[in-house]
């Protein structure tokens, strides 16, 4: 089987199929590619660079920053966009991403986006290639968050940037020529816990039709699951460098806060949640707590994991396969509401 599939429990790939009309699921040769794919970016990630990358946060949360914005820096490409696809710079933390030729003249739907990164480095550029294949369909529009980072900016101030940004996009829908029914919000990893909370903000009730996940961070500090223990060196994220992105995003706020560690909310709660996509890489220390928040949000959440994927398919090149499979269901969810 090419992906384990759960609607908050494993489910038919036949009932899934009813969900994504027109979705092929990939064959057994599909799913070995996609692992291979993983095995060497794996393999061509750079010997030690996850350790740089939590001195330097270490650094700043101690107060100097100087070698955190080198690794912003080096994150920061800009993305070459599709030929169906603009950009407008509508604040200076807000960079719309639009169909130059749409297939529907009437408003489109909007997904709001916020990049991964360990609430620490990460970019309006850094989700670009992602924000950019969603929109190059010519059936949505995106809108890429800016948010301010941490250390220098804990919790809660990068929540209430992503907070704002749907604000904003509700207040501003016709003239951006979006459906205010049809807005929905996503993030990968960090970017996936700014997302689930905003969803949970009291300030955004009633204002998100669903959510797409892309293996989240749902529990700021070391689960100890499974995953944890056996993909926690080697595989993408280490639980070296979650631990440092932990610190410096809660702040002197308690990591188990549920608007940081949003997968510690009640069920009551929870049911604030809006119809999910969850998408997980299955080699991922944060697959068994993405697991954990989907059955406690229930039968809202349709979860897909790519067994053989490792974390960051979504920003960082090199797992193709679990990106365009990606795109493919995050499109059908999205437009199949």
């Excluded at 719309?96 to 909007?110: A, G, N």
């Excluded at 697959?287 to 979860?303: H, L, M």
């Excluded at 795109?327 to 969810?333: E, G, K």
Aim: contains cysteine.
């Amino acid at each position: 089987m090419s992906a384990v599939v759960a609607v908050c429990r494993i489910v038919t790939a036949a009932v899934l199929l009813s969900c994504f009309s027109g979705y092929a699921y990939a064959q057994d040769s599909d799913k070995e590619s996609m692992g291979m794919q993983a095995d060497r970016f794996l393999e061509g990630m750079p010997s030690g660079m996850q350790q740089r990358q939590a001195a330097a946060i270490r650094k700043a949360i101690a107060g100097d920053s100087r070698d955190l914005q080198s690794v912003r820096s080096s994150r920061n490409a800009v993305p070459q966009l599709s030929d169906n696809v603009r950009t407008v710079m509508l604040t200076p933390s807000l960079r719309l991403y639009e169909p130059i030729v749409c297939s529907d003249s009437k408003q489109l739907p909007l997904l709001i986006y916020f990049h991964g990164g360990g609430w620490t480095f990460g970019s309006l550029n850094s989700c670009g290639r992602f924000c950019d294949a969603m929109a190059a369909s010519g059936k949505m529009k995106v809108l890429a968050v800016d948010y301010r980072l941490a250390p220098e900016h804990p919790f809660p101030k990068g929540l209430d940037d992503c907070v704002d940004a749907i604000e904003y996009a509700v207040r501003n829908s016709n003239r951006l020529n979006i459906d205010p029914a049809h807005i929905s919000v996503g993030g990968d990893s960090s970017g996936g816990n700014l997302a689930i909370a905003s969803a949970l903000s009291d300030r955004c009730v009633g204002m998100i039709e669903s959510l797409v996940l892309f293996y989240p961070v749902t529990k700021a500090f070391a689960d100890n699951s499974l995953s944890w223990k056996k993909y926690g060196e080697g595989y993408g994220l280490d639980a070296e460098i979650m631990d440092v992105f932990n610190r410096a995003y809660a702040g002197d706020v308690d990591p188990y806060d549920e608007r940081i560690s949003v997968g510690m909310c009640d069920s009551k709660m929870l049911e604030r949640i809006p119809r999910t996509l969850l998408v997980a890489a299955g080699r991922d220390i944060l697959c068994d707590q993405g697991k954990e928040f989907a059955a406690k949000v229930g039968s809202r959440i349709i979860r897909i994991e790519f067994p053989d994927a490792v974390h960051l398919f979504i920003t960082v090149p090199g797992q193709d396969k679990a990106f365009g499979e990606s795109v493919s269901l995050a499109t059908d969810f999205i437009l199949n509401r």
